[in-house]
């Protein structure tokens, strides 16, 4: 019934794409259920269709989405485990720091924090024809991948006083993306891409930007990865983690022919 209902809701929106759930929650630990909106995890799905932009799907298939509600209903430390397309998996993180608080779960009598992890269906349908309607592109889509909070300060890394650091440090980094950078067919390529993204307190990233790319995909490929990147220990200021500015530079270099 539940997947019915929401595939209900979406039908009737004038969207390019469908997204419907499973039902299915897995919460780390005991089976303890938090509440959206004063109902269940269809409440959830429900607040998801309402907010996604359906015409960021661009291929159908399975993406599942990770966050964390905290003791104070919150959600956190959002990741996307699995996904299609880097639009799809941007959207759904813009989406889930759109969420308003939840009841949290509740063990021994105490609120605790708990780990959901959301499966979704993406479909992808034709475009309805418009009339009378202009749609604008934000010529700023093409650089800024993930748009995150603007209501915070954002510091850059080099000035503060503790610098976030990647699970193990850099040389584990650039391990991980040499495991998880599908590099172009392109023969002879060689030169550097460079992102530019945010370190939240919670040490998840977001606004990713693409400063310098050299085509052939390569830039877009780098946040595909980026967007997989465990959570970073964050930056600290006087020992208060802080949202910060932080930018990569990777080398890129295929074989000649």
Do not use: H
């Not at 759930?21 to 004063?38: A, C, H, R, S, T």
């Not at 650089?143 to 006083?161: A, C, F, H, N, Y």
């Not at 939240?200 to 490929?221: N, R, V």
């Amino acid at each position: 019934m539940k997947k019915c209902f929401l595939l209900f809701i979406l039908i009737s929106f004038t969207s390019y794409s469908q997204i419907s759930g499973e039902d299915e929650v897995y919460l780390n630990g005991d089976i303890i259920n938090p509440k959206f909106n004063g109902g269940g995890i269809d409440k959830f799905y429900e607040f998801v269709n309402q907010n996604f932009e359906f015409s960021k799907v661009v291929k159908a298939g399975k993406m599942i989405a990770s966050f964390t509600v905290d003791e104070n209903g919150d959600v956190k430390k959002i990741r996307v485990i699995q996904f299609v397309d880097v639009e799809s998996a941007t959207e759904i993180i813009r989406v889930l720091k759109l969420s308003p608080k939840w009841q949290p779960a509740v063990k021994n009598g105490k609120p605790i924090s708990i780990e959901i992890k959301l499966p979704l269906d993406l479909k992808v349908s034709e475009p309805k024809e418009t009339t009378n309607s202009t749609v604008k592109e934000d010529s700023a889509s093409q650089s800024t991948i993930i748009e995150g909070k603007r209501d915070e300060l954002i510091i850059p890394s080099s000035v503060l006083e503790e610098k976030p650091e990647y699970p193990g440090g850099l040389k584990n980094f650039y391990e991980f993306l040499a495991k998880n950078f599908k590099s172009p067919s392109e023969p002879g390529l060689n030169g550097k891409v460079i992102i530019s993204f945010v370190i939240e307190t919670d040490g998840s990233s977001t606004d990713f930007k693409i400063l310098q790319d050299i085509g052939f995909g390569t830039g877009q490929e780098a946040v595909r990865v980026f967007i997989l990147m465990p959570l970073w220990k964050p930056g600290k200021q006087k020992g208060i983690p802080v949202r910060c500015q932080y930018t990569i530079p990777i080398t890129i270099s295929t074989p000649d022919e």
